[in-house]
């Protein structure tokens, strides 16, 4: 429904990186031109490779997130932990919080595995985490590479519309806002 399932395999289990080749091209980025210096010339990562390599879709709605007043954009002026308590069912506990951001150990192990025999309310706040997972740690990841923004309870609040969201076109320009 979200339409990340490729994503979702990219993990330990489907997915080995390679980190010597990550580091040569760590190596060869230049952030000025957001090109890869290499001895036949330069290249870069363009919409299509992204949509390709992580399976994510290109035609859709924009993503953004306004992070000024980001505690009055959430639905209107309602608290954004409020609205997190009541999409995920539960708050993370003060040390686990860093302004808008929550410890990835947090959600692990919160989330790590939905009860059996779980109602459909229950399964969709673990879908809403695990995708917060997803997007926090593979598509949007910040520097720390361990927190979670809740700038994603907008999209997980409605499920069904996940999929609407041109995703590829958001990683794209994440990558190059980041680097």
Avoid at 43 to 66: E, K, M, N, R, W
């Amino acid at each position: 429904m979200a339409r990340l399932y490729h994503l979702a395999r990219l993990n330990d289990r489907w997915f080995r990186l390679d980190e010597p080749l990550v580091s040569a091209f760590v190596e060869r980025w230049r952030p000025e031109t957001h090109t890869f210096h290499m001895p036949f010339g330069e290249c870069t990562i363009t919409l299509q490779d992204v949509a390709y390599q992580l399976g994510l879709p290109v035609d859709g709605d924009y993503v953004s997130g306004c992070l000024t007043d980001f505690h009055l954009y959430i639905e209107g002026g309602r608290p954004a932990w409020q609205w997190f308590h009541e999409l995920l069912g539960v708050l993370p506990p003060e040390n686990q919080v860093q302004k808008f951001a929550v410890n990835y150990t947090w959600f692990q192990e919160t989330f790590a595995e939905c009860p059996d025999g779980a109602d459909e309310e229950t399964v969709r706040r673990f879908a809403r985490a695990y995708i917060m997972m997803l997007l926090g740690t593979q598509l949007f990841a910040d520097k720390s590479g361990n927190r979670i923004h809740i700038r994603w309870l907008p999209y997980v609040a409605r499920l069904e519309e996940m999929g609407r969201y041109s995703w590829a076109s958001a990683a794209l320009a994440w990558l190059y806002r980041c680097s």
